[in-house]
């Protein structure tokens, strides 16, 4: 590698370890991160647009997975776009740029659906959002959004072939996958090791109490990851392609052994996120041989909508959605009922039900579906089960093939791995894509090999950690959150209240409610700016659940759907979700409770102590939203600023 290259290395390194300082989901969050990571994203775009020398007022820019980029552009007019494709870096992301003519974007559904896609939805309706949000169905790869675009900075500046290298490094994947500073440890001990490497730890935030430690609450939109999957993964880019088959081939092992799904019947497809999973499968359940019966499928009122949206394009029957008893689990009995009148008894005719599409857990009330039960059921009306397992992965045990499940569709961002990458796991039976097909969908998740080795990683690390540690730990943390916020004057919390009830074990990290009649984006804000705490508020993709836990009726609907048409920027009523994972501590829940309770008591923030300089000084509200805007910027300057000259 010559030194032009390996300086170029150097530089993409450092760009990202500071991008994962500050990492969170974009678009739908609001702490300082969430802000930072957007404005990364965003940037990304016009970087690529620069890179074209495209103008931003003509164009615009979907980022996509290869698979993605060509369902996209077989809709496009010919000529009216321009892709910059992963060879074209010379960098292994599995990510692809199509810069399009604004006015050459197709109106209506999207090629995909799923979370982020659609702005407002009913049981019978979408609106769906602008582009380019509308085309990036689900969480985007955002870290390697970022790490494309520096790269397209520093190829700008230095010439083509920076990242082509030719005698790329080889080297073992037993020492990646498998050998870290974490060597040795397990269960509890190697968990609180991996939480002290967590990216971003260290990271401070201005807040009206001064510049305090970034709390990051918002573990279900999105997860913060740890140096050794980190360095595990940029070790992967720099090396060989026979090495990265080999490692691909190797985490496929990895997730089969840590989820059950034995490889004689189970195909593992990497893909870019749950959604485009769960799009996959509903491709798949298109081409489902024809025997004569109607396609019906059921799914029920607590899903996300990447487990809704896509199931619409799938049949002209309307979904089946299962009611939720008061504590949010899926009603079984209605599920049997539904299965036999369809299946068994054909009182619909030749409606069959063929599908049962749930979530293992819920992204706003917790509540872990009993996946086994359910599969009992499904299978014995000879339909088949998927399971949404964006929630669940990180947070319990999964069972494939001892819950009987046909397809488990979930993301690595969730599970500390946030570098562009998910996973359909399907019974290998029931595809119904040709061979030239099935090679296409490989290839388009495999050209991610880091992120596919930093999902198989992370599942090694918590393979080591114990399952059950997770769960224990977790657990304790989030009946320590629950019994405290329920003290607290004007909290309102949904779905399963009593830390002490049964059912409690059944419930993960995920706290979702009302703060005394806030507007959730309000309290949210509130959070940052007088804790710098991260969280998660308004409909969180689940819109016809939050709607049925706040109450709005079938009339407030259809005078939702007027508003939301007539102004595209107006708010509903939503819940500001916190969310908490292995990388949380009590100190991480403990500042939640104090400040929730200063914000309830109307109490002025804290007057300040110092900022990081030691120095004294009195942050006003205004100058903390000052400060957070120019935190924004500054960490934005540091990931795309070229600092060749400075490490070097
Ligand atoms: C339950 C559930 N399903 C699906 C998804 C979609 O996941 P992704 O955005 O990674 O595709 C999410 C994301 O929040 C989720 O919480």
Same mark, same amino acid.
């Given at each position: 590698?010559?030194? !032009?290259?390996?300086?170029?290395?150097?530089?993409?390194?450092?760009?990202?370890?500071?991008?994962?300082?500050?990492?969170?989901?974009?678009?739908?969050?609001?702490?300082?991160?969430?802000?930072?990571?957007?404005?990364?994203?965003?940037?990304?775009?016009?970087?690529?647009?620069?890179?074209?020398?495209?103008?931003?007022?003509?164009?615009?820019?979907?980022?996509?997975?290869?698979?993605?980029?060509?369902?996209?552009?077989?809709?496009?007019?010919?000529?009216?776009?321009?892709?910059?494709?992963?060879?074209?870096?010379?960098?292994?992301?599995?990510?692809?740029?199509?810069?399009?003519?604004?006015?050459?974007?197709?109106?209506?559904?999207?090629?995909?659906?799923?979370?982020?896609?659609?702005?407002?939805?009913?049981?019978?309706?979408?609106?769906?959002?602008?582009?380019?949000?509308?085309?990036?169905?689900?969480?985007?790869?955002?870290?390697?959004?970022?790490?494309?675009?520096?790269?397209?900075?520093?190829? !700008?500046?230095?010439?083509?072939?920076?990242?082509?290298?030719?005698? !790329?490094?080889? @080297?073992?994947?037993?020492?990646?996958?498998?050998?870290?500073?974490?060597?040795?440890?397990?269960?509890?001990?190697?968990?609180?090791?991996?939480?002290?490497?967590?990216?971003?730890?260290?990271?401070?935030?201005?807040?009206?109490?001064?510049?305090?430690?970034?709390?990051?609450?918002?573990?279900?939109?999105?997860?913060?990851?740890?140096?050794?999957?980190?360095?595990?993964?940029?070790?992967?880019?720099?090396?060989?392609?026979?090495?990265?088959?080999?490692?691909?081939?190797?985490?496929?092992?990895? @997730?089969?052994?840590?989820?059950?799904?034995?490889?004689?019947?189970?195909?593992?497809?990497?893909?870019?996120?749950?959604?485009?999973?769960?799009?996959?499968?509903?491709?798949?359940? !298109?081409?489902?041989?024809?025997?004569?019966?109607?396609?019906?499928?059921?799914?029920?009122?607590?899903?996300?909508?990447?487990?809704?949206?896509?199931?619409?394009?799938?049949?002209?029957?309307?979904?089946?959605?299962?009611?939720?008893?008061?504590?949010?689990?899926?009603?079984?009995?209605?599920?049997?009922?539904?299965?036999?009148?369809?299946?068994?008894?054909?009182?619909?005719?030749?409606?069959?039900?063929?599908?049962?599409?749930?979530?293992?857990?819920?992204?706003?009330?917790?509540?872990?579906?009993?996946?086994?039960?359910?599969?009992?059921?499904?299978?014995?009306?000879?339909?088949?089960?998927?399971?949404?397992?964006?929630?669940?992965?990180?947070?319990?045990?999964?069972?494939?093939?001892?819950?009987?499940?046909?397809?488990?569709?979930?993301?690595?961002?969730?599970?500390?791995?946030?570098?562009?990458?998910?996973?359909?796991?399907?019974?290998?039976?029931?595809?119904?894509?040709?061979?030239?097909?099935?090679?296409?969908?490989?290839?388009?998740?495999?050209?991610?090999?880091?992120?596919?080795?930093?999902?198989?990683?992370?599942?090694?690390?918590?393979?080591?950690?114990?399952?059950?540690?997770?769960?224990?730990?977790?657990?304790?943390?989030?009946?320590?959150?629950?019994?405290?916020?329920?003290?607290?004057?004007?909290?309102?919390?949904?779905?399963?209240?009593?830390?002490?009830?049964?059912?409690?074990? @059944?419930?993960?990290?995920?706290?979702?409610?009302?703060?005394?009649?806030?507007?959730?984006?309000?309290?949210?804000?509130?959070?940052?700016?007088?804790?710098?705490?991260?969280?998660?508020?308004?409909?969180? @993709?689940?819109?016809?659940?939050?709607?049925?836990?706040?109450?709005?009726?079938?009339?407030?609907?259809?005078?939702?759907?007027?508003?939301?048409?007539?102004?595209?920027?107006?708010?509903?009523?939503?819940?500001?979700?916190?969310?908490?994972?292995?990388?949380?501590?009590?100190?991480?829940?403990?500042?939640?409770?104090?400040?929730?309770?200063?914000?309830?008591?109307?109490?002025?923030?804290?007057?300040?102590?110092?900022?990081?300089?030691?120095?004294?000084?009195?942050?006003?509200?205004?100058?903390?939203?000052?400060?957070?805007?120019?935190?924004?910027?500054?960490?934005?300057?540091?990931?795309?600023?070229?600092?060749?000259?400075?490490?070097?």
């Amino acid at each position: 590698m010559t030194d !032009k290259s390996k300086l170029a290395f150097r530089e993409l390194e450092r760009s990202i370890t500071a991008a994962l300082e500050t990492y969170s989901n974009v678009h739908r969050g609001t702490g300082h991160h969430s802000m930072v990571s957007t404005g990364l994203y965003e940037q990304s775009r016009e970087l690529v647009l620069d890179y074209l020398d495209l103008p931003p007022e003509k164009y615009t820019v979907i980022f996509c997975s290869p698979r993605r980029t060509g369902k996209f552009t077989g809709n496009l007019k010919p000529g009216s776009f321009r892709v910059i494709t992963g060879e074209e870096t010379g960098l292994p992301l599995g990510v692809q740029a199509v810069a399009v003519q604004k006015k050459h974007l197709p109106e209506g559904t999207p090629f995909e659906s799923g979370g982020g896609t659609a702005r407002l939805m009913a049981s019978g309706w979408v609106i769906w959002d602008k582009a380019p949000d509308k085309f990036e169905a689900g969480t985007p790869a955002i870290i390697n959004v970022i790490a494309f675009a520096k790269a397209l900075t520093l190829l !700008k500046s230095s010439g083509p072939g920076l990242f082509h290298v030719e005698d !790329k490094e080889k @080297c073992a994947v037993a020492d990646i996958l498998y050998r870290d500073e974490t060597d040795g440890l397990t269960g509890r001990e190697l968990l609180e090791k991996l939480r002290a490497t967590r990216i971003g730890i260290e990271t401070q935030v201005p807040t009206t109490a001064g510049w305090t430690r970034y709390v990051n609450l918002d573990n279900s939109a999105s997860t913060p990851t740890f140096t050794p999957v980190w360095d595990a993964v940029r070790r992967t880019w720099r090396l060989a392609p026979e090495t990265h088959r080999e490692l691909i081939a190797e985490v496929g092992k990895i @997730c089969a052994g840590m989820l059950h799904a034995p490889p004689d019947t189970y195909e593992v497809i990497f893909t870019s996120n749950t959604t485009e999973a769960i799009n996959l499968a509903a491709e798949n359940l !298109k081409r489902d041989p024809d025997t004569g019966t109607e396609t019906v499928i059921v799914s029920s009122l607590l899903e996300h909508s990447s487990n809704d949206l896509p199931w619409r394009q799938v049949t002209s029957h309307p979904l089946i959605r299962l009611n939720i008893d008061k504590e949010g689990f899926t009603d079984l009995i209605q599920l049997e009922k539904v299965l036999a009148e369809y299946n068994r008894d054909g009182i619909h005719g030749n409606q069959r039900i063929k599908l049962v599409a749930i979530s293992g857990a819920s992204n706003v009330l917790g509540v872990c579906n009993d996946p086994e039960a359910i599969g009992r059921i499904v299978h014995r009306y000879g339909a088949r089960l998927l399971v949404d397992a964006a929630q669940l992965v990180a947070h319990r045990k999964v069972d494939i093939s001892g819950f009987d499940i046909d397809y488990l569709a979930f993301s690595a961002h969730k599970v500390y791995a946030p570098f562009g990458s998910g996973a359909l796991i399907v019974r290998k039976a029931l595809l119904h894509f040709n061979p030239q097909e099935m090679e296409a969908i490989r290839k388009s998740g495999e050209e991610n090999p880091g992120g596919i080795t930093a999902l198989g990683k992370i599942f090694h690390l918590m393979g080591r950690i114990g399952m059950e540690v997770i769960i224990r730990e977790e657990q304790a943390l989030h009946h320590h959150a629950l019994s405290e916020l329920s003290k607290i004057k004007g909290f309102k919390g949904y779905g399963i209240k009593d830390p002490d009830a049964p059912s409690f074990s @059944c419930k993960a990290g995920v706290i979702v409610f009302d703060f005394k009649n806030m507007f959730s984006n309000k309290l949210a804000q509130e959070l940052a700016i007088r804790g710098g705490i991260g969280v998660r508020f308004g409909c969180h @993709c689940a819109h016809i659940l939050i709607k049925k836990l706040v109450g709005v009726g079938p009339f407030f609907e259809r005078f939702q759907w007027l508003i939301a048409t007539l102004f595209t920027s107006v708010r509903f009523p939503g819940l500001t979700r916190v969310s908490l994972g292995m990388e949380n501590s009590r100190e991480d829940v403990d500042t939640l409770v104090r400040v929730l309770k200063q914000i309830g008591n109307g109490k002025q923030p804290d007057k300040i102590r110092s900022d990081t300089q030691g120095q004294k000084d009195e942050l006003t509200r205004e100058k903390v939203v000052q400060s957070m805007n120019e935190y924004v910027e500054e960490a934005g300057r540091r990931v795309f600023t070229d600092m060749r000259q400075v490490t070097c």
